[in-house]
């Protein structure tokens, strides 16, 4: 099966800051990446997502880029901000439709 | 328009109980999937619905859990035989078709005591 990694486990940056999160993942048939915000006691939310057959992508302070080749996808914020703080997941998919999440990473936006 | 509603929010339970979870997904959407989700842990997988079909069941744990979808539309997580390790939050998500957006719901909170 899938073995997804992110990294870090917590990041602390200041408001305006930008936010880097990595996400490696181990099977080479995956071809969908999304990344997921959760907030407390609710449920994860996509907030951006990318395909196999494109490199970036960008939605307006978000950005998601992927090596194919290294098997790792990472999530870019940038000009953070106190509502950005939550924690973010990746879950690359095989086509399988059972996602496999990494364990999260716990963003604090600091103002 | 509206979301994944699940009910109850919470749960709390003795051992050895029965439970039931429900799911209603987006108007529409032909894919139901469940997952459990531990505290500080990203969600798992659990069981997927095409249709009123099981497509997918390779993340239950044991035979203690099953889930339904009789109409295509509301799904059931059933739980018999409650262990205090089935404590977690147990979400519920739909997608418009297969390799669609997955849309997830506010969870349900169960406690085993």
């Known amino acids: 099966g899938e073995n997804v990694e992110q990294h870090p486990s917590t990041l602390s940056v200041q408001e305006g800051d930008s936010a880097v999160i990595k996400c490696t993942y181990s099977?080479?048939?995956?071809?969908?990446f999304p990344w997921y915000k959760q907030e407390l006691g609710k449920g994860p939310q996509l907030i951006i997502d990318?395909?196999?057959?494109?490199g970036e992508k960008k939605d307006q302070r978000i950005a998601v880029t992927l090596n194919k080749t290294a098997k790792h996808f990472s999530l870019h914020i940038t000009e953070t901000q106190p509502e950005d703080s939550a924690v973010y997941f990746c879950?690359?998919?095989?086509?399988?439709?059972?996602?496999?999440f990494g364990s999260g990473t716990r963003l604090q936006v600091q103002p | 328009g509206a979301g994944v509603s699940q009910t109850p929010s919470n749960k709390v339970t003795e051992k050895g109980k029965y439970v039931e979870l429900r799911c209603d997904p987006i108007?529409?959407?032909?894919?139901l999937y469940w997952y459990r989700q531990s505290l500080g842990q990203g969600p798992e997988f659990l069981i997927y619905?095409?249709?009123?079909?099981?497509?997918?069941d390779s993340g239950l744990p044991n035979d203690r859990f099953f889930a339904v979808r009789p109409e295509g539309s509301v799904s059931t997580l059933k739980i018999q035989r409650t262990e205090r390790g089935d404590s977690a939050v147990y979400l519920c998500?739909?997608?418009?078709?297969?390799?669609?957006?997955?849309?997830f719901g506010p969870g349900t909170r169960l406690l085993v005591l």
């Open positions: 998500a739909s997608s418009l078709g297969s390799q669609e957006t997955q849309y």
């Open positions: 099977d080479s048939a995956s071809n969908y």
């Open positions: 990318i395909r196999s057959n494109v």
């Open positions: 879950a690359p998919d095989t086509g399988r439709r059972a996602l496999t």
């Open positions: 108007s529409g959407h032909t894919a």
């Open positions: 619905f095409q249709g009123t079909g099981a497509a997918d």
